[in-house]
């Protein structure tokens, strides 16, 4: 019978008081695991998302909010560019790619986010080395009314390829509902990433929706004012005597499968450009020249979303993580300190035991640890407990989430402080036991049996 | 010779400062498989003689020699070892850990010396004394009297060469005193242990070749 065996001989005699005690700790390493799981979800999402591209243009504003908007899908869009800064843009020689993206509506079922986009956005990578799949017999936005949906969308939703819906002006309650229904012709597979949770419709089908082009007057005007330049007056009254011919033409209310109606550029706006420099080696010297030479303008920012995100996680999503990581790790210590008080409070029932094993030849040392394993094992059962749980936990809220979220969450995904979590605890185990410890170490045998 | 004692003195502070005197006994000794009686009335010293004798407590001065090794000379560690292998202890409360069965306990009595804690010994123990059909009990599981013997075969497992009984028999009823006392003395000569066992009780002495009376060589009288 070794050291360990009677440690556990004696947790297992206070069976309940050892129980609670490990459970406490269970408690703190559970919350302390479904964090550390969920923020690396977080940060991956977070730090990988934003890849495939360099740059996002989008109107003078705020940098984040952009971000958040043209990524994330989160907010309300700063304000628009003219199309034709767009395709000035996609002109500079600099410039390897650049994918328009127009934001806005959502889905009357779901309220999920509709990006208007070019197919040319499936081909850049989502994450590091990771590019969009699609199902077997989807394409990627062929048709000016084709639609493809995340998979969170599809899940959630219950859609399938050839399902029709329409767009909601503004929010999903309460919003004016487009006519024009968008077919989907492609499922994305899961990404991990607010596609998941995204409605991407052809952008010539989103400017084709009634109500998406702005009046021709109001946007040549926008447009001239954007640029700087001067409305010549004579043309845009030709402009506008050869645009009353197609509004005659009555949108609402017919199937657009087939035919297009276009859009003249002046009508067009888009919320964000997603930008991919050229080259190699200097891209990164580039990008800045870029970034900074849109800075000196008034017209347009462009914003590098790495930054941003670096941003909002060292300052507020890194605060908070950082918050709870103490907070969880504070219910640890304030577990180990109810192991310190289940044993030290045991120790004067088991004085006459601990005199025994003296008295049978158990030394000193022995009997110290003796408690300081039973401490050890409280703590470490705890431990092990709380990472199954955990993970468990994680388990069962991960489908959950990733509805809410579209986050893609691997519940067994481990967490490289996990490694250290059981150390640490054998060294707070090591802590808390300690005194106990010592009483067992100093218990004078022969008046403790005398009594 | 199995145990010698030689000037040896224990006393202890009280709290007042004042120093009490427990033990002063200028010789005693116990030859090899010599089983012995000792008789003291309550307070006399007995159990802190046990302690001397088993290196639990440290005499003042003096030398106490078991089986040829002088133990109050050793450091603490070595004598604790020297108590697990050396000498068997069965006290007058059993001092059975609840926690464990009869089985466990005897291995518990094995756990602290350097041999291997051997489960099939402890069975042939328990068998010894009458308990191999009460391996797997706990102590609340038994009676007083099974108790005890379990404590006995505890007090064997590791072959002492010396067994300290202090007042075995005193909490068990007239029927179980009986078989207690003759397990002990079976035992010990079977095994060739020494024994030294302390009793208040004339009639358990009386089983005794050898009987003595601690007033006769503790120098100390006053009663403690």
């Known amino acids: ?66 971000v958040l908007n043209t990524v994330f899908r989160v907010g309300a869009p700063i304000e628009n560019l003219p199309y034709r800064y767009y395709t000035e843009l996609k002109k500079d020689p600099r410039i390897e790619e650049a994918i328009p993206f127009a934001i806005g509506d959502v ?50 939703n219950n859609w399938k390829i050839g399902d029709e819906f329409q767009l909601i002006h503004g929010s999903a309650e309460g919003g004016h509902v487009h006519d024009e229904k968008f077919k989907i012709v492609g499922i994305l597979a899961p990404t991990g990433t607010p596609n998941d949770r995204t409605v991407f419709v052809n952008l010539r089908g989103f400017y084709q929706v009634s109500g998406h082009e702005k009046p021709l007057e109001e946007a040549i005007r926008r447009e001239a004012a954007f640029f700087g330049e001067k409305v010549d007056e004579e043309k845009l009254k030709a402009l506008i005597k050869d645009n009353a011919a197609h509004d005659h033409h009555d ?33 990164g010297f580039t990008t800045i020249k870029f970034q900074s030479e849109l800075k000196e303008g008034n017209q347009a920012q462009a914003v590098n979303p790495i930054q941003q995100i670096n941003w909002l996680m060292t ?42 094993m003296r008295a049978l030849g158990a030394g000193r040392n022995t009997v110290f640890t003796i408690i300081l394993s039973e401490s050890v094992l409280l703590c470490l059962g ?70 | ?76 560690v070595v004598r604790d070892r020297f108590r697990a292998e050396r000498i068997g202890f069965v006290f007058q409360t059993f001092n059975l850990l609840p926690a464990f069965s009869a089985l466990e306990n005897v291995l518990l009595g094995m756990s602290f010396s350097r041999k291997k804690p051997s489960r099939d010994r402890a069975k042939e123990l328990l068998a010894l004394v009458g308990l191999e059909h009460r391996l797997h009990h706990h102590p609340k599981q038994m009676s007083v009297g099974e108790q005890q013997r379990v404590a006995v075969a505890r007090a064997l497992a590791n072959q002492p060469k010396l067994l300290l009984a202090d007042e075995p028999t005193a909490n068990v009823d007239l029927a179980n005193q009986e078989t207690v006392l003759h397990l002990l003395r079976d035992a010990c000569a079977q095994h060739q242990i020494s024994m030294l066992l302390v009793t208040h009780s004339q009639e358990v002495a009386r089983q005794f070749e050898r009987v003595e009376t601690l007033s006769d060589f503790n120098q100390v009288h006053a009663k403690v």
Do not use: C
């Open chain 1, 251 to 283: 949108h609402s209310g017919h199937d657009h499968a087939g035919h297009d109606h276009s859009v003249p550029d002046a009508q067009k706006e888009v919320t964000a450009i997603l930008v991919q420099m050229k080259g190699d080696r200097l891209r």
């Open chain 2, 1 to 76: 010779m199995s145990l010698l004692l030689e000037n040896v003195k224990k006393s202890y502070r009280e709290p007042d400062g004042s120093i009490l005197p427990i033990l002063d006994i200028k010789r005693f000794e116990l030859q090899e498989r010599e089983q012995v009686a000792l008789i003291g009335e309550s307070g006399s010293g007995k159990s802190t003689l046990l302690n001397v004798i088993s290196g639990i407590t440290a005499a003042d001065s003096g030398k106490v020699t078991i089986a040829g090794t002088e133990i109050a000379s050793m450091a603490e």
């Open chain 1, 107 to 156: 889905t009357q079922k779901g309220g999920f986010p509709i990006v208007g986009t070019i197919p040319r956005y499936f081909a850049l990578e989502y994450i590091p080395d990771r590019h969009f799949r699609i199902n077997a017999d989807g394409k990627f936005l062929p048709g000016t009314w084709d639609s493809v949906i995340g998979s969170v969308v599809a899940k959630q």
């Open chain 1, 1 to 66: 019978m070794n050291t360990l065996t009677i440690a556990w001989k004696s947790i297992r005699q206070r069976r309940l008081a050892s129980l609670l005690t490990a459970l406490s700790v269970a408690l703190g390493v559970t919350l302390m695991i479904s964090v550390l799981v969920i923020n690396s979800v977080i940060d991956r999402m977070f730090n990988q998302t934003a890849s495939g591209y360099d740059l996002i243009v989008g109107p003078k504003g705020s940098a984040l909010q952009l």
């Open chain 1, 382 to 451: 705890g431990g092990i407990l709380g990472i199954i749980l955990g993970h468990g936990l994680v388990f069962i809220a991960a489908p959950i989430i990733e509805a809410r979220s579209g986050l893609l969450i691997n519940p067994f995904a481990f967490n490289s402080i996990e490694l250290i979590l059981l150390p640490v605890l054998m060294v707070l185990a090591s802590l808390v036991g300690f005194i106990p410890a010592m009483t067992a170490y100093r218990t004078d045998v022969a008046s403790t049996l005398s009594d």
């Open chain 1, 315 to 356: 300052n507020i999503v890194g605060n908070i993580r950082t918050m709870l990581i103490v907070l969880t790790s504070l219910i640890i210590v304030v577990s180990g300190v109810s192991i310190f008080v289940s044993i030290y409070n045991s120790m004067s029932d088991r004085k006459r035991e601990i005199a025994i």
